[in-house]
């Protein structure tokens, strides 16, 4: 993947409600990752109130849990979260793939930005550099998320 992120836009967040759904999976680089989105959409404007944290087990789960949040709330876009690495088997591709296809299903049926926030590593170290080193994707998944639900609103009637 690049690291060619897209500049950020500086856009206010005070009037988007945002959900984050996290894998309980490797959590302590979920959890950077959770800790660095939050605080950009908090930076940004959006209000705890407006922010709602859900936890599933694995990435594998992710895709519904966002399904189940967007049919019991309404929410300007949701940034789903998880670390997926490499493993002795092919298991971690299939997950990946299917989270992937999965969750812009979700995103389409309900016309809701669902930001894919899964990161796919190689390895420990490289899942490490993307999740609390210098490639910070977290702050991009913020960024992105701000960025859709400024176009929903925008777009939407
Ligand atoms: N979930 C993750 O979020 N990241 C992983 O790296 C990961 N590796 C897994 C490896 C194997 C062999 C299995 C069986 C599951 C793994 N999972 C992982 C959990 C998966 O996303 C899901 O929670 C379970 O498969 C239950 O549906």
């Known amino acids: 993947m690049s690291l060619a992120a897209p500049g950020s836009?500086?856009?206010d967040g005070k009037p988007f409600t945002?959900?984050?759904v996290a894998a309980r999976y490797n959590?302590?680089?979920?959890g950077?990752?959770?800790e660095q989105v939050s605080a950009q959409l908090v930076a940004a404007g959006v209000k705890n109130k407006s922010l709602v944290v859900e936890r599933v087990p694995g990435s594998n789960e992710l895709p519904v849990a966002v399904r189940l949040l967007l049919k019991k709330r309404r929410f300007d876009v949701v940034v789903a979260l998880g670390?997926?690495?490499?493993?002795?088997?092919i298991h971690y591709e299939l997950i990946a793939e299917a989270v992937t296809h999965a969750l812009q299903t979700v995103a389409l049926d309900a016309g809701v930005p669902?930001?894919?926030?899964?990161?796919v590593a190689e390895n420990q170290a490289q899942a490490e550099a993307r999740c609390r080193g210098p490639v910070n994707r977290g702050a991009e998944f913020a960024q992105?998320?701000?960025e859709m639900a400024q176009l929903k609103k925008r777009l939407s009637r």
């Open 114 to 119: 669902v930001i894919n926030g899964v990161v």
């Open 32 to 34: 950077a990752l959770v």
């Open 144 to 146: 992105a998320a701000l």
């Open 9 to 11: 836009l500086s856009i």
């Open 18 to 20: 945002v959900g984050i």
């Open 27 to 30: 959590p302590e680089l979920v």
């Open 83 to 89: 670390v997926l690495i490499r493993g002795d088997t």
